[in-house]
């Protein structure tokens, strides 16, 4: 499947290599000084709880700004423009924001250690079983589609073999993290998000430059095959699929905003865990909204990029023009490193280079880092050896980065064979998440909600997303049937949306059915159980409003409403 | 006391040090080989000075910052290894942690700009601290977080490094 790339073969030179090098050393430098402070298991999974938010946060974002998001969010921004924003301003700060104000409290202040534990603390093992073992698998499969895909990429742009590229790459991630656990992997994607700023924004400005600045963005595309369409981000039909407008607009606000971005953002563990590395219960709640912040400005340095691509690289507006046809060389997913190839003289190219493979790496580490958490603390400890001492579970999580990695590299072998397979995994992954937040919220503020009701309404709501899916046009390939005219992102949205409400009904019809946990199990599980002061210390209540997690969240909100406005 | 601050392995210095190498670089390379052929690859535009400046300027900020709230590494932050319990035992601490001598004084933006830490290692879930380098705070299970202070780039008390208005 992989094609003559050789177009794209950027013209790196030695110092762009140096440039690329020195980044490496840096990064397993981290791993090397984290290590010296890991000798609990604490330490090594959770960073010992003791970092500051501004490094959490920026960790949130970063372990999501990884391949997936940088080239695909380029790749919609070529394909569908401003419409992409969405993912951005309504898939993610709100959640983001969400997830410090409300959920947070919970996880951070019951003292679990991962998502998976809170689950089985509030709802026993059933559901905590379906959960952990989902995760850990989605987790491990999913770092091998990141590594894969900065093998292709390290393949296109430098020529190096796939294989070569897929284990020095998993030998680098791997080194890092069995060294220093998730310490090196949080102040590893700090410096990440530098490195990723630091080559993406002056691309987005020589792009910019060469366009003819924001008017001759605006002149240009609307004379482009995508036209003035592309400048819109409402009600973005182009991008959900749904042609009625106003259809496309509950797609977009219900189907991405509410139910899969929460599903994504507030329960996975790999978010999740980086917040919970935080060194208080204001911090932790603080991650996510400050890491809110940068997210929004995001898509200028990611979005606009693609949506310049499209426009001023010959290859790409051709293919645009052409609908994107199957089995063409060009890519939309190729977008930023056409602009690479084009605009970068060296120097600047190789510090692109290093944020490319930077992103690449931020997204597998994550992956890893909250894989062997999981697999050490909810399946191996919980199910499998108990009760012993905390550095053999530390040494279990080591064993298990080094095998998380050999999947990985398999994984991706796998993947390189079977792409479309990848894709499909990918999706059903995203089923799984989906009625997760559904459960969550019911379990967080209505005590009634018995065990039986959490299993039974993940198991039910995964199932409804995936006939969704079935019925679909697209989304599972040949085995969707077309019964429902939907396809692409309006069939996910569609399937969330599902997996939701299918939750919701089967949660409550289960609890009522059977016994609720006893109410002095649920102390710090459940809003009304729980009191108050459980959810502050005396550092939360006398922070000014600039470290509120609340007002922070209250600006977030006005800034993100005033950015929808503005590029309406 | 002299206290004694995280220095080169603060993780503002490591970054500062990656980014400001690769301004001075992409200054230098701005000047010196600012051919034609790569001007007119950048439309004119000498991308490799000006992100260079750019850099390097971002990296003086960081560094700046930190240099005007450091990291301070508390002392006592050599410590063994411990068990599970303890460690458990710590993380629900942190939740339980409602009083304590800690919180008021990390609360406080300006005691804490004196090299306060705060610390949330305690198996029975009290919360102990200790204001400037008196280390008057009770350790009822000092074997667990605290270890993380001993890293050079823990960032375990710089109480405030996130409550930067620029963060936002």
């Known amino acids: 499947m992989l094609m003559d790339t050789s177009a794209l073969r950027l013209d790196a030179g030695p110092i762009d290599y140096v440039l690329v090098a020195l980044y490496f050393t840096f990064v397993l430098g981290i791993g090397y000084v984290a290590r010296r402070q890991v000798s609990t298991s604490l330490d090594f999974f959770l960073s010992g709880r003791s970092l500051p938010a501004w490094v959490t946060g920026l960790a949130f974002i970063a372990a999501n700004l990884g391949a997936v998001e940088i080239m695909g969010m380029s790749a919609n921004g070529a394909e569908f423009g401003m419409a992409t924003m969405h993912y951005f301003w309504i898939g993610a700060v709100p959640a983001m924001l969400f997830l ?148 496309s607009v509950v797609g977009i606000v219900f189907g991405l905003g509410f139910v899969l971005s929460f599903g994504y953002w507030t329960t996975n563990f790999v978010e999740v865990q980086r917040a919970m590395a935080s060194r208080s219960i204001s911090s932790a709640r603080r991650a996510p909204i400050i890491g809110a912040f940068p997210k929004m400005f995001i898509p200028f340095i990611v979005v606009i990029p693609g ?154 709501g995964t199932a409804a997303a995936v006939v969704v899916a079935l019925l679909s046009k697209d989304s599972l390939g040949d085995l969707s049937t077309g019964a429902l005219n939907l396809s692409g992102q309006g069939a996910s949205f569609a399937a969330a949306g599902a997996a939701f409400v299918v939750d919701v009904v089967v949660s409550v019809v289960v609890s009522l059915m059977t016994r609720p946990k006893p109410e002095k199990e649920l102390r710090g599980l459940v809003y009304s159980l729980t009191p108050k002061e459980d959810f502050e210390d005396d550092e939360s209540r006398s922070l000014p409003w600039y470290q509120s997690p609340v007002k922070l969240a209250g600006i977030g909100l006005v800034l993100v409403i005033i950015l929808n406005v503005i590029f309406h | 006391m002299a206290k004694k601050t995280a220095g080169a392995f603060d993780i503002r210095n490591i970054i500062a040090m990656l980014v400001g190498i690769y301004g001075i670089v992409l200054v230098v390379m701005g000047f010196a080989s600012a051919d034609q052929h790569e001007l007119d690859k950048s439309d004119g535009l000498n991308i490799n000075l000006w992100a260079g400046w750019a850099m390097v300027a971002a990296a003086a900020l960081l560094v700046l910052w930190s240099v005007l709230r450091p990291v301070v590494i508390p002392p006592e932050a050599e410590q063994g290894a411990s068990g599970a319990v303890g460690a458990r035992g710590a993380a629900e601490g942190t939740a339980a942690a409602g009083a304590g001598t800690a919180g008021a004084a990390a609360a406080d933006g300006t005691t804490a700009a004196d090299g306060t830490t705060e610390r949330t290692a305690d198996g029975v879930g009290e919360r102990t601290g200790r204001v400037d380098d008196t280390q008057t705070a009770t350790h009822g299970d000092e074997q667990n977080i605290s270890t993380s202070g001993a890293s050079a780039f823990e960032p375990g008390d710089q109480d405030h490094s996130d409550e930067e208005p620029k963060d936002t």
């Open chain 1, 307 to 460: 949506i310049i691509a499209a426009v001023i690289v010959p290859e790409m507006s051709k293919y645009k023009a052409a609908g994107g046809p199957d089995g063409s060389e060009v890519k939309y997913n190729y977008a930023i490193l056409y602009l690479m190839r084009d605009l970068l003289p060296n120097g600047m190219l190789g510090i692109a280079i290093a944020g490319l493979l930077a992103s690449f790496m931020a997204g597998m580490a994550a992956n890893i880092s909250a894989f062997n958490t999981v697999f050490s603390y909810d399946i191996w400890q919980q199910y499998v050896v108990k009760d012993k001492e905390d550095g053999y579970y530390l040494g279990v999580g080591r064993v298990m980065t080094v095998v998380a990695t050999a999947i990985a590299i398999g994984t991706a072998a796998i993947a390189s064979g079977y792409s479309n397979l990848m894709d499909y995994l990918q999706t059903l992954f995203g089923f799984f998440n989906a009625p997760l937040f559904a459960t969550f919220i019911l379990g967080m503020f209505w005590k009634r909600m018995s065990p039986t009701a959490g299993w039974a309404g993940l198991v039910s």
């Open chain 1, 100 to 247: 410090g104000v409300v959920m947070m409290p919970f996880y951070y202040g019951s003292g679990v250690r991962s998502v998976p534990e809170f689950m089985r603390r509030r709802f026993g093992t059933g559901a905590h079983l379906v959960n952990a073992i989902s995760f850990a698998v989605a987790q491990v499969l999913i770092a091998g589609v990141n590594l894969y895909l900065l093998a292709t990429i390290v393949n296109v742009i430098l020529g190096w073999p796939i294989w070569v590229s897929t284990i020095v790459a998993a030998l680098i991630v791997l080194s890092y993290t069995a060294l220093g656990g998730l310490s090196a992997a949080i102040y590893n994607e700090v410096l990440q998000f530098f490195v990723i700023v630091a080559a993406l924004a002056p691309l987005t400005i020589i792009a910019l430059h060469k366009i003819g600045g924001v008017d001759g963005l605006v002149d240009k595309v609307k004379g482009s095959t995508g036209g003035e369409e592309n400048l819109k981000s409402w009600p973005g039909t182009g991008l959900t699929g749904i042609e009625t407008p106003w259809l």
